[in-house]
């Protein structure tokens, strides 16, 4: 009897302590019972190990305490005891333990950068981030073009979403910017928006958006009179990110688990045929001003193509022929030889088309389009453009590149992690990519997202953190500030052999009709 007794008044007198939570330890105290005690002493701690605002391990989420165990004490073997700090103690060190925590929940930057294996792990980011960079130029450029966006700002998309995503996203290979699946969608919703406007009779010069090229220096809306593609691309970049951080903070990230893989393969299958069909005009040197436009706008330009087939360059086509070729020989080698560093098709058409076409006069012998004008240096921040007419008329825009472009990234960031045995937090990513859509949009810079191609690579190469992405964004902006002038002799046929050799992975999705009349 007296031994239970003893229990109670110790089990209460655990609970009940008024201390200040000092965190100090207390010397042994000689009772009876102590032993009898070690079972209470032993829940206390579980109970304050599970609750406490302190992570049990590298991947543990903070968590808050209850109320009813805030003066929990720790009791070792001994009988040293030490007290556990409540979430609501108001002392100045545990208000900067719970801002430290809260600030590596949101930046993991902060959490991981510390602890980084300088020794064994730098040389296998330095590697990865350099062949990243390779691919970041020709794949930015290109999917630029294929949002009918000149491809310098593709550089700019292949930059600052990354520096973003470096400092708040959770997967350790995923390479966030320009991604051809976003590009394709951003390209529709303006297009949609640009005729929606022709409709209406504004009167405004509109730029052809995935067709020719347009050039950094077209018409501004500070006239009122134009409208320029990147301003309603940025404005896009900006409601994208705005609803994926609504999305974030309202812990939304589980509607992407609800569009099945059926809808997202029609949908990118149709896409893809409408971008590879509007990247006729580039691959065989034809006006894509006069080709047709609106409703069964597809069906339309394969007539335009067949009627105007005398038309074409041949030189544009012999160019572009030769580009898919390069590529597709590259891809198979890399695939069939098995090689850790894949073999850069693209930059290798982009680099030798650009110095052919510099050192033959491409332009001047046989008119082939070329890139012409690239402005130099970075773009100077520049709040995108927002009006009523804007945001109904990109709200089904907005919402259909949101919910794509985190569901293609989380995708691929559960995949890596799953299969190198680390975690993600997918909210988490959420927030990152809105926030890099966000913050990017005032950098003349379209939607982006996770690119699986970029990010295998990363993995295959044996990238073991982010730091890989901050290696390959300095060899963009090394590219953007000291040698994108080199590329403005680039023909646009090249980028439109990159397009549509991109679209193959897309395109093999007609496969999957079969499978899915015999599920349903």
């Given at each position: 009897?007296?031994?239970?007794?003893?229990?109670?008044?110790?089990?209460?007198?655990?609970?009940?302590?008024?201390?200040?939570?000092?965190?100090?330890?207390?010397?042994?105290?000689?009772?009876?019972?102590?032993?009898?005690?070690?079972?209470?002493?032993?829940?206390?701690?579980?109970?304050?190990?599970?609750?406490?605002?302190?992570?049990?391990?590298?991947?543990?989420?903070?968590?808050?305490?209850?109320?009813?165990?805030?003066?929990?004490?720790?009791?070792?073997?001994?009988?040293?005891?030490?007290?556990?700090?409540?979430?609501?103690?108001?002392?100045?060190?545990?208000?900067?333990?719970?801002?430290?925590?809260?600030?590596?929940?949101?930046?993991?930057?902060?959490?991981?950068?510390?602890?980084?294996?300088?020794?064994?792990?730098?040389?296998?980011?330095?590697?990865?981030?350099?062949?990243?960079?390779?691919?970041?130029?020709?794949?930015?450029?290109?999917?630029?073009?294929?949002?009918?966006?000149?491809?310098?700002?593709?550089?700019?998309?292949?930059?600052?979403?990354?520096?973003?995503?470096?400092?708040?996203?959770?997967?350790?290979?995923m390479s966030v910017g320009a991604f051809s699946l976003v590009?394709?969608?951003?390209?529709?919703?303006?297009?949609?928006?640009?005729?929606?406007?022709?409709?209406?009779?504004?009167?405004?010069?509109?730029?052809?958006?995935?067709?020719?090229?347009?050039?950094?220096?077209?018409?501004?809306?500070?006239?009122?009179?134009?409208?320029?593609?990147?301003?309603?691309?940025?404005?896009?970049?900006?409601?994208?990110?705005?609803?994926?951080?609504c999305m974030a903070v309202c812990r939304l990230g589980f509607?992407?688990?609800?569009?099945?893989?059926?809808?997202?393969?029609?949908?990118?299958?149709?896409?893809?045929?409408?971008?590879?069909?509007?990247?006729?005009?580039?691959?065989?040197?034809?006006?894509?001003?006069?080709?047709?436009?609106?409703?069964?706008?597809?069906?339309?330009?394969?007539?335009?193509?067949?009627?105007?087939?005398?038309?074409?360059?041949?030189?544009?086509?012999?160019?572009?022929?030769?580009?898919?070729?390069?590529?597709i020989v590259c891809r198979a080698l890399s695939i069939q030889?098995?090689?850790?560093?894949?073999?850069?098709?693209?930059?290798?058409?982009?680099?030798?088309?650009?110095?052919?076409?510099?050192?033959?006069?491409?332009?001047?012998?046989?008119?082939?389009?070329?890139?012409?004008?690239?402005?130099?240096?970075?773009?100077?921040?520049?709040?995108?453009?927002?009006?009523?007419?804007?945001?109904?008329?990109?709200?089904?825009?907005?919402?259909?590149?949101?919910?794509?472009?985190?569901?293609?990234?989380?995708?691929?960031?559960?995949?890596?992690?799953?299969?190198?045995?680390?975690?993600?937090?997918?909210?988490?990513?959420?927030?990152?990519?809105?926030?890099?859509?966000?913050?990017?949009?005032?950098?003349?810079?379209?939607?982006?997202?996770?690119?699986?191609?970029?990010?295998?690579?990363?993995?295959?190469?044996?990238?073991?953190?982010?730091?890989?992405?901050?290696?390959?964004?300095?060899?963009?902006?090394?590219?953007?500030?000291?040698?994108?002038?080199?590329?403005?002799?680039?023909?646009?046929?090249?980028?439109?052999?990159?397009?549509?050799?991109?679209?193959?992975?897309?395109?093999?999705?007609?496969?999957?009709?079969?499978?899915?009349?015999?599920?349903?």
């Open positions: 009897m007296a031994s239970r007794r003893n229990q109670v008044e110790e089990s209460q007198r655990l609970f009940s302590d008024d201390s200040s939570c000092s965190g100090e330890e207390e010397g042994p105290e000689e009772e009876e019972g102590l032993e009898d005690d070690s079972i209470v002493n032993e829940f206390a701690i579980l109970t304050a190990e599970c609750v406490a605002q302190v992570p049990l391990s590298d991947n543990d989420v903070p968590r808050v305490q209850p109320p009813g165990l805030q003066n929990l004490q720790r009791v070792d073997a001994s009988g040293k005891r030490t007290k556990l700090c409540p979430t609501s103690c108001s002392r100045p060190s545990c208000n900067v333990a719970t801002l430290l925590s809260f600030v590596k929940t949101l930046f993991p930057i902060v959490h991981w950068l510390p602890r980084y294996q300088w020794k064994s792990d730098v040389v296998v980011d330095l590697a990865a981030g350099l062949t990243l960079g390779v691919m970041l130029i020709p794949q930015g450029m290109a999917y630029a073009f294929l949002a009918g966006i000149h491809p310098v700002y593709g550089l700019y998309t292949c930059l600052f979403p990354a520096i973003i995503y470096l400092l708040m996203g959770t997967s350790r290979h590009s394709i969608l951003a390209g529709q919703a303006i297009t949609e928006y640009m005729d929606l406007q022709k409709k209406a009779g504004s009167g405004s010069t509109m730029i052809s958006v995935n067709g020719s090229s347009p050039t950094p220096e077209a018409n501004t809306t500070e006239s009122g009179n134009a409208a320029d593609v990147i301003l309603y691309a940025t404005t896009l970049s900006l409601l994208v990110g705005i609803l994926q951080i509607l992407a688990s609800y569009l099945s893989d059926a809808l997202i393969s029609g949908f990118t299958t149709g896409a893809a045929v409408q971008i590879a069909t509007s990247q006729l005009s580039s691959v065989l040197g034809l006006d894509a001003a006069s080709m047709p436009s609106g409703v069964f706008k597809v069906p339309k330009i394969w007539v335009y193509v067949l009627e105007h087939i005398t038309d074409i360059n041949v030189a544009c086509f012999i160019i572009a022929f030769i580009s898919a070729a390069v590529l030889l098995q090689l850790k560093f894949p073999i850069p098709g693209e930059l290798l058409v982009v680099t030798f088309g650009t110095a052919l076409s510099w050192a033959f006069s491409f332009k001047e012998l046989y008119d082939v389009p070329i890139l012409n004008k690239i402005p130099s240096g970075l773009p100077a921040p520049k709040v995108p453009p927002i009006s009523a007419t804007l945001l109904k008329d990109f709200a089904e825009g907005t919402v259909v590149v949101s919910l794509i472009g985190y569901a293609v990234s989380v995708s691929i960031a559960l995949t890596f992690a799953n299969k190198l045995s680390y975690s993600v937090q997918p909210n988490q990513e959420l927030l990152a990519l809105g926030v890099a859509n966000l913050f990017s949009s005032f950098f003349s810079c379209f939607p982006s997202s996770g690119s699986l191609s970029r990010s295998s690579v990363v993995a295959n190469i044996g990238g073991k953190t982010l730091l890989s992405t901050l290696i390959g964004s300095l060899v963009v902006l090394v590219v953007i500030v000291a040698l994108a002038q080199l590329f403005k002799t680039l023909p646009t046929a090249v980028l439109g052999a990159i397009i549509i050799i991109a679209l193959k992975g897309l395109f093999s999705q007609f496969t999957d009709v079969k499978r899915l009349w015999r599920v349903n």
